[in-house]
């Protein structure tokens, strides 16, 4: 399970919005719908999910009909607020989402689309383990309305995948993503690289085996040791070695090139796709600050720069629909000192960079030096945007810093 929710304000029992929120009306809106359920806890996740014996009184087979509640909730409190909007992305995540019967997120679908409706062309993504994809789930989320398959792959060498604790076998990957792309459905592969004695041959492995399928959209993603995990205590005990950093950017770099030559651009540090249409517009949505509601427990929300988050555990959010009260657990408005740090840390990470503009006055001279490290794009800069080299996104945390402190 995940760490504590943030410290924040009460969040008012009836889930109202400030009055004196200024909300855009035309403003794109987002939903994430979570689902908390695995069958397996990894060894390296920290989110906010449960296995079958830690949901102590939450029912699986209740939970759709518990976040309809929620969306209902939704519904009434943004159209009070003015802020009625149509869906542009949907991201179903988790937890595993196709843990429940395919049926259930159909629902889940459906109801947020009638309560605000999708717009043209909106992008729906579910995630999934690859064991749980059949011919028959793809089809039927293809048939909800759903566009998008985001498959954790993760590797395909069995020796990461077990020090992963992924349960999946890789050639299962293979019949996920073939069911996905029958279903009609864009294909997005997930990768995690620095794991325990993973090798850079494996790591090339499981790149070529993640090309292979021809997907739109591949996620690469550094292993990150988090507090209160099981491979944070093996690490702590020596039982397995820490990541090596100078490994991890060899992983990175080899990735990117290996990608690049397949045809694929990078537009977020982590990610890549085919084509612009390709990228994933729901995390772009995320990354550009754009508004979202999170439902479920432990979910996140964001509105006209109010946050909110949801009570964790799935009992006590059944509890607070159930007594019809907001599941949420607090809320925030950062500062304008907060808001500038974010909008640096957020909009560095995309190929489209952060307007020089943006910057704090007394920071923009420092795009010089950033430039002259081999950081930051010159030609990007006399275009008024700072946008990372490869060497930037490797260090882009040394960039945030340079920007902001």
Known sequence: MAGPLPLGDPAPADGRLPSDLAIDPAAPFSAYLHVPFCRVRCGYC???????GELRGAKQEDYASTLITEI????????DAGALRPMDTVFFGGGTPTLLPAGALARMLGAATDA??????????????????????????ADAGVTRLSIGMQSAVPHVLAALDRTHRPENVTTAVAAAKDAGLAVSVDLIYGAPGESLGDWEASLDAAL????????AYALIIEDGTK???QIRRGEVPAPDDDLQA??????????????FDWYEISNWSRTVEQRSRHNLAYWRGSDWWGFGPGAHSHVAGLRWWNVKHPAAYAQRLAAEESPAAGTERPDAESRILERVLLLS????????ADLQPDKRTRVAGLIADGLVDPAAAVRGRVQLTLRGRLLADAVVRELTD
């Not at 209902?72 to 159209?79: I, S």
């Not at 717009?119 to 989320?141: F, M, Q, S, Y």
């Not at 990470?349 to 020089?356: H, K, N």
């Open 46 to 52: 920290d989110f906010n999910t449960y296995t079958s």
């Open 72 to 79: 209902d909730l939704a519904k009434r409190v943004l159209a």
């Open 116 to 141: 605000f409706g999708l717009t043209d062309g909106a992008e729906v993504t579910v995630e999934a383990n690859p064991d749980t994809v059949t011919p028959e789930v793809a089809r039927t989320l």
């Open 212 to 219: 292979a399928f021809e997907s739109d959209h591949i996620s």
């Open 231 to 233: 491979l944070a205590r």
């Open 250 to 263: 060899d992983m990175y770099e080899l990735a990117d090139a290996r990608l690049a030559a397949a045809g």
């Open 349 to 356: 990470r995309i190929r489209e960079g952060i307007a020089v």
